[in-house]
C-alpha cells in the first residue's frame, strides 16, 4: 500500500514514489522594519486575466488558481521539499493495483455556508469536475481516470480507478480540483462563477467586473493551510483584488503605497526592486516550462525539416537575456527547472542560419515573393502565431517579435496575433494555429503526459486540449502511460527520461524559459507563495504601514 499519512510535528508522504520537486518558497521581509499590525485590507493588483468565473472547476487557467487559492482549499498541499502534504485530507493510499485510493478526511472542517465538508462533498466534488456541463479542462484532467467515488463513511471516500495513477494525489493539490460547498455547486454555474464558497481563509463578498474583487476574513475558519505560521485565521480583514492590466499602473501603485502587492512586474522593475525599498518574491511555476510549440498536424510544420529550419532561425537567446534584464535563464528543457527529472539539450536548439536555409531548400520552399516570404506551390510560408495578451508578459511580447524578425531573415512570414484571452483559446480549439506559446501549470513530471501524449489532442469538455503540438507518438504514449502507472522512482525516472527525448528530438517544440512568477511587495510582510502551483497565501500577511 502506499499512503500518506498525517505525522506530528512534521507533515510528511511515507512513499518516496510522490518526491516531486517543489519551488522553494520565498517570503517578503518586513518593509522598512516597520512593526506588524493585524487588520486592515490588503491590496493586490493582478496583470493577469480577470477570470470569467471565479469557480476554478469551470474552465481551469492560472488566474483562476491566484485568486481561488484565497477561499478554496484542495485536499492535498505540498513542502518546500516537494512532498506531499495533508490539507483538507489526513491521509491517502492506494491499493496494491494502483485502482483504488482511500482518503481519510478531517472531521472538523466545514464550508464558510455551514455545509459540512466530508465525503459527500468530496463526492460531489468530483462529479461536478467530470460533468460536461462543468467545461473543466484543467479540474478535469486531474479526476480523468477516477470511474466511482464511493463514500465510505463521514470521513472515508474511496477513489476507484480505470487505470492506474500515481499522480493522483499531486494534482488534487492543485486550485483546479479544489474542494467547494456542495450546497454552493448547486445553485447553479451563474451564481457558483460569481461567489464560489469553499472553507479557505476569505470569503468571496462581491465583484465588480473589470475592477475587482473583494474578499473578507473567514472568521471560523479552520487552520488547515500548510504554509499557515499562527494559530487561528488570517490577520488581515480583507483583500481587495484589482484587475490592473498595464504593467506600468500596477508598479506606480505598488510604489505609491496604493497597493501592497503586485504580479506580473516588468524585468526592470524587478532588477530595481531592493533599491527602492520594495520586496520580491521568485516564484516560478513547476511542471512544464515557457515554450513555443509548433503545430505538427497541419502544414507547414508537418514537415520536420521546416520545424528544424524554424528552431535553427529563432535565436531567442539574445533577447532573453536584454528583455528580461537579468531575471530568468534560457531554457533547453520542456520540463522546469523546479523539476529534477527535467532533460536538457541545448545543442538541439542551436541556431545556424545556414542550416535553416539549406532546410527549407531541400524542403521545396525555394521560390520567394516580393516581401522575401518563401513559396511552395503558390503557398506562402506563413505561421499564424496568436499571443494571450493576458498570459504573455510586454517582455514575452517583444521576444516573439525579435522572432519573428529571425525567422523572417530565413523566409517564414509569422503572423503574431496579440488577442484576449478568450479569442486565444476560440484560435487553439480552431486549430487556427501554427505555432503558439501555451503555459501549461500543473504538478510534477506527469505534465509531460498532459501535453504530449496523443490523448491531448483530444478536447477536453471545455473545448480545450493540451497537445498543441499535436505530436502522437506510439512510442511515446506508452511510456507516458507506464510512467503513470510506475512507483518505483527510478524506474518512473527512466520512463520520463525516455519520453523527454522524443519530445525534444520531435522539434515540435521550442523551450524558452521558466514559468514566470514573480511578485513585488510594499507594507505588508508574511506573503508567501503555496508549494504546489506557487500562487500567493495571504493568510499570514500582515500591513506594516
Keep these: 500500500m502506499r499512503s500518506l499519512r498525517r505525522a506530528l510535528p512534521v507533515l510528511a508522504l511515507a512513499s518516496a514514489a510522490l ?14 522594519g516597520a512593526e506588524p499590525e493585524s487588520g486592515g485590507t490588503l491590496v493586490y493588483a493582478t496583470g493577469d486575466a480577470e477570470p470569467t468565473c471565479l469557480d476554478p472547476h469551470v474552465g481551469g487557467n492560472y488566474p483562476q488558481g491566484l485568486i481561488s487559492t484565497q477561499y478554496l482549499e484542495p485536499l492535498f498541499g505540498r513542502d518546500a521539499d516537494g512532498e506531499v502534504v495533508p490539507w483538507l485530507a489526513e491521509s491517502g493510499e492506494a491499493s496494491d493495483d494502483g485502482l483504488t485510493w482511500t482518503i481519510t478526511l478531517r472531521d472538523d472542517v466545514t464550508f464558510t455556508d455551514g455545509t459540512p465538508f466530508d465525503a459527500e462533498a468530496v463526492k460531489a466534488n468530483i462529479e461536478h469536475l467530470q460533468d460536461p456541463d462543468t467545461a473543466s479542462s484543467t479540474g478535469y484532467l486531474s479526476v480523468k481516470e477516477i470511474s466511482d467515488v464511493e463514500v465510505v463513511d463521514d470521513t472515508h471516500v474511496e477513489l476507484h480507478l480505470d487505470s492506474p495513477k500515481s499522480t493522483l494525489l499531486e494534482v488534487l493539490s492543485q486550485q483546479w480540483s479544489a474542494m467547494e460547498s456542495p450546497a454552493g455547486i448547486e445553485r447553479g454555474m451563474d451564481e457558483n462563477c460569481q461567489a464560489p464558497i469553499g472553507t479557505g481563509p476569505f470569503i468571496v463578498e462581491s465583484w465588480t467586473p473589470q475592477e475587482s474583487v473583494t474578499m473578507t476574513r473567514n472568521d471560523d475558519y479552520v487552520p488547515t493551510n500548510p504554509e499557515l505560521d499562527h494559530d487561528g485565521g488570517a490577520l488581515i ?23 501592497h502587492v503586485i504580479d506580473n512586474p516588468l524585468p526592470t522593475d524587478i532588477a530595481a526592486a531592493e533599491g527602492q525599498g520594495l520586496s520580491h518574491i521568485d516564484a516560478p511555476r513547476p511542471a512544464a516550462s515557457n515554450r513555443i510549440e509548433l503545430n505538427s498536424a497541419q502544414p507547414p510544420f508537418d514537415d520536420r525539416d521546416v520545424r528544424e529550419a524554424f528552431i535553427r532561425s529563432a535565436d531567442p537567446n539574445p533577447g532573453i537575456e536584454t528583455l528580461f534584464a537579468g531575471t530568468t535563464e534560457r531554457s533547453y528543457s520542456v520540463l522546469s527547472s523546479a523539476e529534477p527529472l527535467a532533460l536538457s539539450d541545448d545543442d538541439l536548439f542551436r541556431t545556424d542560419v545556414d542550416e535553416a536555409n539549406e532546410l527549407l531548400d531541400a524542403a521545396g520552399w525555394t521560390q520567394k515573393d516580393d516581401d522575401g516570404v518563401r513559396m511552395k506551390d503558390g503557398e506562402r510560408l506563413t505561421v499564424r502565431f496568436p499571443v494571450s495578451t493576458n498570459q504573455s508578459t510586454a517582455a514575452e511580447q517583444s521576444l516573439f517579435e525579435q522572432i519573428q524578425a529571425n ?63 499535436q505530436l502522437k507518438d506510439d512510442e511515446l504514449d506508452q511510456l507516458l502511460t507506464d510512467a503513470l502507472a510506475t512507483t518505483d522512482p527510478e524506474e518512473r525516472g527512466g520512463l520520463y527520461t525516455d519520453a523527454q527525448r522524443i519530445v525534444l528530438d520531435s522539434l515540435t517544440v521550442l523551450p524558452l524559459y521558466d514559468q514566470q512568477n514573480h511578485f513585488l511587495t510594499n507594507g505588508v510582510e508574511g506573503v508567501t507563495n503555496l508549494h504546489t502551483i506557487s500562487t500567493p497565501t495571504f493568510v499570514n500577511a500582515t500591513l506594516t504601514e
Excluded at 244 to 257: F, H, K, M, N, V
Excluded at 423 to 436: C, I, K, N, P, R
Design 19 to 32: 518526491l516531486l520537486a517543489g519551488c522553494s518558497a520565498s517570503e517578503a521581509p518586513a518593509d522598512g
Design 237 to 259: 480583514d480583507a483583500i481587495e483584488w484589482r484587475f490592473i492590466p498595464d504593467a506600468a499602473t500596477r508598479q506606480a501603485a505598488l510604489a505609491s503605497g496604493e497597493v
Design 407 to 469: 525567422t523572417a531573415a530565413v523566409g517564414f512570414d509569422v503572423e503574431l496575433q496579440p488577442t484576449d484571452l478568450s479569442t486565444w483559446y476560440g484560435a487553439l480549439a480552431a486549430h487556427e494555429y501554427e505555432a503558439v506559446s501555451a503555459p501549461y501549470t500543473t504538478v510534477g513530471p506527469d505534465v509531460l503526459r498532459i501535453l504530449y501524449h496523443s490523448d491531448g489532442t483530444v478536447p477536453a469538455p471545455s473545448g480545450y486540449f493540451a497537445n498543441n503540438a
